[in-house]
């Protein structure tokens, strides 16, 4: 009997379980290479936003840049950003006033937020697990100023004065490539080639009775 009676011979079902598997086999292959191997800044694409008075509140977009040679961002009036695989690097050529509610220079009641968002566009960047304040920076602030989740960092200046030619450097560490990005979205497909081979491993041993 064959595929079209409905009923299987063992070697049928053997040949079926053995596709199935091998499809699966090559998809969870394609699967793995699929996922993002990046450890680091380097060839992904990062967004800069600043978001004023605060994180429901989006003041400027700055865009996008994909991370290589050179200075990544560049405000047109010598403040720029400088990314390599795991450090930022941020210089303001002039001082800088971020007003808010504690600041005397132009106050803002109610501002929880003023500062910048850097995130990872494309959530290919393996998960951020660290951001701390590094050496080389010319100025220093509270640590709760600077926080961080899978692919997202923000600093909050909210009231600060940044004097002209300071440095500020960020180290970053991530998590190893083995460790997927929660917010990457798994390939499609996978489901029905689990299933396909399950019911021929199910087949199989209906053949053996």
Not at 44 to 52: A, D, E, L, M
Not at 156 to 165: C, F, K, R, S
Request: one cysteine or more; proline letters at 4%.
């Amino acid at each position: 009997m064959g595929l079209l009676s409905g009923k299987f011979t063992t070697q049928q079902v053997h040949k079926i379980t053995s596709a199935a598997l091998l499809a699966l086999g090559m998809l969870v292959g394609s699967a793995a290479q699929a996922l993002p191997v990046s450890t680091g800044f380097d060839g992904q694409r990062i967004g800069i936003q600043y978001f004023y008075p605060n994180l429901a509140t989006l003041d400027a977009d700055l865009g996008a840049v994909v991370v290589g040679a050179g200075v990544e961002f560049n405000d047109g009036q010598g403040n720029t950003a400088d990314f390599t695989n795991t450090r930022v690097t941020a210089h303001f050529a002039n001082t800088s006033n971020y007003c808010g509610q504690s600041s005397l220079f132009c106050p803002q009641p109610g501002t929880t937020f003023n500062g910048v968002r850097l995130y990872d566009i494309d959530h290919n960047i393996n998960a951020i697990t660290g951001v701390v304040l590094g050496a080389g920076s010319t100025m220093s602030f509270f640590a709760s100023r600077l926080t961080f989740n899978a692919d997202e960092v923000f600093l909050n200046l909210e009231g600060l004065t940044i004097p002209a030619n300071t440095t500020l450097v960020f180290d970053f560490t991530f998590a190893p490539s083995a460790v997927a990005n929660p917010n990457e979205v798994p390939l499609p497909a996978t489901a029905w080639l689990v299933g396909a081979a399950l019911a021929g491993l199910g087949l199989s041993r209906r053949a053996r009775r």
